[in-house]
């Protein structure tokens, strides 16, 4: 009977975990017709165009569409950079935004919206002088925060 309990216990607890365990997903669309979306981490490729769901929190990403005039961190590109993340207090949930910030630069339409969280929050930089964008460190207006556990993130490329 002990043996059964623990077994039953040791059951409860990997479901309580895997329940409690954090995930994000990152998703691309190219309507360019061309190039391929990109998705780093301090240097690793994550994905190039795949969806890609990452356990635990995605800290530090950077998004690009390589078009072949792309640098590997995105230099010559416009860079999506997000962390996604669960709070723990509140301001310390994900946020992404946009760069122009050289060595980047407007190379084609990219936004990105969040989904299952904050549905709708997110930003499109259409033209290489964009609201939306930072084009200087400064520009701490255009990111777009979300304090949902879990939240993803879907990246289109040409909208």
């Known amino acids: 009977m002990q043996y059964q309990l623990s077994v039953t216990f040791i059951a409860i607890g990997a479901f309580v975990g895997s329940v409690l365990a954090e995930t994000h997903i990152v998703q691309f669309t190219n309507n ?9 981490q301090n240097g690793n490729i994550l994905s190039q165009g795949a ?12 998004a690009y569409l390589q ?7 995105g230099e010559g590109c416009t860079l999506i950079e997000t962390t996604l993340v ?12 946009i760069s ?15 989904f299952g969280g904050c549905d709708g929050a997110g930003a499109d930089c259409t033209g290489p002088d ?7 460190p400064g ?6 925060a979300c304090q949902s556990d879990n939240v993803n ?6 909208d």
Do not use: K, M
């Not at 520009?139 to 777009?144: A, E, H, I």
């Open 100 to 114: 122009l910030i050289p060595p980047h630069a407007f190379s084609v339409t990219s936004g990105f919206g969040y």
């Open 130 to 136: 964009c609201s939306t964008a930072f084009h200087s």
């Open 51 to 62: 969806t890609v769901e990452i356990e635990g929190a995605l800290i530090s990403a950077i």
């Open 139 to 144: 520009d701490t207006g255009v990111q777009v």
């Open 32 to 40: 360019c017709g061309f190039g391929t979306p990109t998705l780093l």
């Open 86 to 97: 669960n709070p723990t207090s509140p301001g310390s949930g994900s946020s992404t935004d």
């Open 153 to 158: 993130l879907a990246i289109t490329f040409c």
């Open 67 to 73: 078009t072949g005039g792309c640098g590997l961190n």
